[in-house]
């Protein structure tokens, strides 16, 4: 019934280890997204993903890297781990990319790197 | 590059009045379109409205209205009826047309809705 989803809802990690994030939507969506929130609740697109292709890389450092299995998984696997990772990260999907399409958002990933 | 501003940090409202959240868009772009989001205290973000920049007419969805006034340049959020339930972040967002879709965040509204 979820329209995306993501796993794990809370994540709690120790500085400098590896690992992911995974979401999925069933709604048949063309285009995915990573957000992620920082801790004054701002907001900042991070990937794009269009039919597995990325369109959008914005300045992330790359111990980020996101996997596109297929059109409905959109995967974030971030290495070395540092404490200013800790944010919510957001997955996203919208019909395809034209302006008018919303997107919606799954419920989050706290990610919190001690 | 565009860019949204929300001036109003918090905003308080007592129950069955109506409340508008400010967001000014600042983009060269001519095709945009325009999004607020509530975000409540249980972390999920809900897509609450949209008006594209072409569009005639203001955007209305249920309670929420969208006041887009093109040549100012802003896209204010009226809540009608407010209820406690609306007690929440408010984000305005914006897209332009070949910017990979990406959306562009304002910093956010928080709204609370007083007895």
């Known amino acids: 019934d979820t329209a995306v989803s993501q796993t794990p809802k809370y994540l709690v990690t120790q500085m400098g280890n590896d690992k992911s994030i995974k979401c999925e939507q069933n709604?048949?969506?063309?285009?995915m997204y990573w957000y992620k929130q920082d801790s004054k609740k701002f907001l900042k697109i991070m990937f794009s993903?269009?039919?597995?292709?990325?369109?959008i890389n914005e300045t992330v450092p790359n111990r980020f890297s996101p996997k596109s299995p297929d059109k409905a998984h959109l995967n974030l696997h971030i290495n070395s781990l540092e404490l200013g990772d800790s944010a919510v990260y957001f997955c996203?999907?919208?019909?395809?990319?034209?302006?008018?399409?919303?997107?919606?958002f799954g419920p989050g990933t706290r990610l919190t790197v001690l | 590059a565009q860019k949204i501003t929300q001036t109003q940090p918090g905003m308080f409202v007592q129950e069955k009045e109506a409340v508008t959240l400010d967001c000014t868009y600042d983009?060269?772009?001519?095709?945009?379109?325009l999004f607020w989001y509530k975000q409540p205290s249980s972390g999920e973000m809900i897509f609450l409205i949209y008006?594209?920049?072409?569009?005639?007419q203001n955007a209305t969805e249920g309670r929420y209205s969208l006041n887009f006034q093109k040549a100012r340049k802003s896209a204010n959020l009226v809540i009608s009826a407010s209820q406690l339930g609306d007690s929440a972040m408010y984000f305005c967002?914006?897209?332009?047309?070949?910017?990979?879709?990406?959306?562009?965040f304002g910093t956010g509204t928080q709204l609370k809705v007083e007895l």
């Open positions: 996203a999907s919208s019909q395809r990319v034209w302006t008018a399409d919303t997107q919606y």
């Open positions: 709604l048949g969506h063309d285009t």
């Open positions: 993903y269009n039919n597995k292709e990325l369109i």
């Open positions: 983009t060269s772009d001519p095709s945009y379109g």
């Open positions: 008006q594209g920049s072409y569009d005639q």
């Open positions: 967002a914006m897209k332009i047309t070949g910017g990979g879709n990406k959306l562009t």
